[in-house]
């Protein structure tokens, strides 16, 4: 059984009255997806988009910015609610994003609709095995041709990879133009069909329940390039900086669906003649989870807020918000566990696998250290100044 979803629309001084109607929304899609827990990615990708019309919140009207506000609410809901719809919406922001901002005309005629309504799943494909959180070290290459550009190479630990229908790749330009060039104004971002001869796409097993994949690129010809040659990076950070806040406002929906599981097992647990929940430390473990929690939700909304209304820290607030929510959850669902005792590691029960998942959540789109590497050089040098 789910607990009722909880939004932090509670914290209302950050919202306006759609967010409020969203909330409303929202509350109905958490029943009808807890409804159905078992249905494949393709079918929740349309019923995101379809039935929910969540992906519209992707993907703004010509001219509009991302309302990251709304997409952390979504994020929270879906995260409390079904893990895997989280992160294929996700991923779907991840790969659309790009074209949003830098697509042709014709690119966002051809793609967006298809991508808005769920039809088509996009994936992101960055990292390599050379090339993890040092994104410009990627190795992938991209030659012109008459025909386009043809790429090689390789990418691992790719979302959605294995059920998209089509990747944003990103890959090195390989011309003598760019012999001179630093390798962060070298890359470009290209979108290659998953039929698209050349291509090689073999799942990979996480502990999570997550479509992953790696990819082999032999000389496959993509299908666009996005933006300008050398413009791949700087869309790739971009995205990265909306897109990481909103993995926030995800662990903070998983967590709070731990610490429910958590009250309700310490409220009706019984050990030593009386609930688990008389014990003091017990209390005080409560008391940890639902402040490190509340302090999280406050970092992701700041964040939000400044991203939507375009404040000059809004970079490093997300990464504050990202980091410290990634790893509060991990302390949070940590506790769950605990409170549950043997039962919390049982395959199966809700607290374990949010373990397992929250556990990834420090890891992709800027671990933690990356995060804090950029909290702590952006705060040094504005103390400089
Ligand atoms: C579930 C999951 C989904 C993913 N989905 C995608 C996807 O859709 N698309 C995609 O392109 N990639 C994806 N990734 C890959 C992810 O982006 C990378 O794993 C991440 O960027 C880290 O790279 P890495 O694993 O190579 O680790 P590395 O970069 O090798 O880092 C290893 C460790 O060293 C630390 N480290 C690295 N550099 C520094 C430094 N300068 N200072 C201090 N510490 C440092 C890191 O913080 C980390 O702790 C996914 C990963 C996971 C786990």
Redesign the pocket.
């Known amino acids: 059984m789910i607990p009722p979803v909880r939004l932090s629309s509670d914290f209302d001084f950050f919202f306006e009255p759609k967010h409020q109607r969203l909330v409303e929304t929202l509350t109905d899609v958490a029943s009808e997806l807890a409804a159905c827990q078992n249905q494949d990615s393709k079918t929740i990708m349309k019923r995101l988009g379809q039935e929910f019309k969540l992906c519209s919140w992707l993907i703004p009207d010509e001219g509009a910015s991302l309302d990251m506000r709304a997409l952390c609410l979504i994020r929270e809901m879906l995260g409390q609610t079904m893990p895997l719809a989280d992160?294929l919406f996700a991923?779907q922001g991840?790969g659309s994003y790009p074209i949003v901002i830098a697509g042709t005309d014709r690119q966002k005629k051809h793609y967006l609709p298809y991508l808005k309504s769920g039809d088509w799943i996009i994936?992101?494909?960055?990292?390599e095995?050379c090339?993890?959180?040092?994104?410009a070290s990627l190795e992938t290459t991209a030659t012109p041709t008459s025909n386009g550009y043809r790429l090689s190479g390789s990418?691992?630990?790719?979302?959605?990879?294995g059920v998209a229908d089509y990747y944003i790749v990103?890959a090195r330009i390989d011309t003598k133009a760019f012999d001179n060039v630093s390798p962060h104004q070298r890359i470009g971002l290209f979108i290659v069909p998953s039929h698209e001869e050349g291509l090689d796409v073999s799942p990979m097993s996480?502990s999570?329940d997550?479509p992953?994949a790696s990819l082999s690129l032999n000389d496959c010809m993509a299908e666009t390039l996005i933006g300008n040659e050398g413009d791949g990076f700087g869309l790739l950070m971009k995205t990265l900086e909306l897109f990481r806040l909103t993995v926030g406002a995800s662990a903070c929906g998983m967590a709070y669906r731990a610490l429910q599981e958590a009250i309700t097992h310490v409220q009706n647990r019984n050990q030593f003649g009386k609930p688990l929940m008389a014990q003091p430390i017990v209390q005080q473990y409560i008391a940890q989870m639902s402040t490190e929690l509340d302090a999280a939700r406050l970092l992701v909304l700041r964040a939000a807020y400044q991203q939507d209304n375009q404040h000059q820290d809004a970079a490093m607030a997300s990464c504050m918000a990202k980091s410290y929510s990634t790893e509060a959850a991990g302390h949070i669902v940590d506790k769950a566990v605990q409170l549950l005792g043997g039962k919390g590691v049982v395959r199966g029960e809700i607290v374990e696998s949010l373990y397992r998942t929250v556990r990834?959540?420090r890891?992709?789109?800027?671990?933690?250290?990356?995060q804090?590497?950029i909290i702590g050089k952006t705060v040094l040098s504005k103390d400089k100044q």
């Open positions: 992160a991923v991840l994936a992101f494909a960055v990292t095995e090339a993890g959180s040092d994104i990418k691992t630990l790719i979302s959605s990879g990103a996480l999570i997550h992953i990834a959540m890891i992709y789109e800027g671990t933690t250290e990356i804090q590497m």
